[in-house]
T-cell receptor
Framework: GENVEQHPSTLSVQEGDSAVIKCTYSDSASNYFPWYKQELGKRPQLIIDIRSNVGEKKDQRIAVTLNKTAKHFSLHITETQPEDPAVYLCAAKANRDDKIIFGKGTRLHILP | TAGITQAPTSQILAAGRSMTLRCTQDMRHNAMYWYRQDLGLGLRLIHYSNTAGTTGKGEVPDGYSVSRANTDDFPLTLASAVPSQTSVYFC???????????FGPGTRLTVL
């Protein structure tokens, strides 16, 4: 079955700098890759997703890139701000079923 | 519209007792999921359901059972709770075509 690895587990960046979180997946049939943001004590919420027919997608300060050959995808947050601290979760899904498998998450800290 | 709800919000349970966590959605989503979230382990899929009447095993199904008698409800049952089932449990739903998952607020379960 699918296995999703996420790195790093913790990331600290200076406010205004960029943050990059990386995930790898094992199932070559996976074709949908969402990213969720989970603030402390809250439920996960989708921030961006990408499908396997595109290599990059942007939404304001966040972007996701996908390398199907290498089976990895990354989240890029530019110009980090005080509202960005959270746990960020990547996931992968294949069309053959509705299983969505998550990575272990990255806790992002923003330093003033 | 309530979206997706879970009950109870939190529960303390004696080991060996049974417990059903409730999950209801009013978005007419076909797919529903149960995850557990433990510190440092992200979201792990317990069971899922593609549509009413069908269920499937996730990554960590042992000790849990589910049923999907209708579209809206997806209860999770612990037949005989053990301390290792102490966790935060999230229910989620998605429209199969859209793939985005919507999460409930979570249930914090402590098994003593």
């Amino acid at each position: 079955g699918e296995n999703v690895e996420q790195h790093p587990s913790t990331l600290s960046v200076q406010e205004g700098d960029s943050a990059v979180i990386k995930c790898t997946y094992s199932d070559s049939a996976s074709n949908y890759f969402p990213w969720y943001k989970q603030e402390l004590g809250k439920r996960p919420q989708l921030i961006i997703d990408i499908r396997s027919n595109v290599g990059e997608k942007k939404d304001q300060r966040i972007a996701v890139t996908l390398n199907k050959t290498a089976k990895h995808f990354s989240l890029h947050i530019t110009e980090t701000q005080p509202e960005d601290p959270a746990v960020y979760l990547c996931a992968a899904k294949a069309n053959r079923d509705d299983k969505i498998i998550f990575g272990k998450g990255t806790r992002l800290h923003i330093l003033p | 519209t309530a979206g997706i709800t879970q009950a109870p919000t939190s529960q303390i349970l004696a080991a060996g007792r049974s417990m059903t966590l409730r999950c209801t959605q009013d978005m007419r989503h076909n797919a529903m999921y149960w995850y557990r979230q433990d510190l440092g382990l992200g979201l792990r899929l317990i069971h899922y359901s593609n549509t009413a009447g069908t269920t499937g095993k996730g990554e960590v199904p042992d000790g849990y059972s589910v049923s999907r008698a209708n579209t809206d409800d997806f209860p999770l049952t612990l037949a005989s709770a053990v301390p290792s089932q102490t966790s935060v449990y999230f229910c989620a739903s998605s429209d199969n075509g859209g793939n985005e998952q919507f999460f409930g607020p979570g249930t914090r379960l402590t098994v003593l």
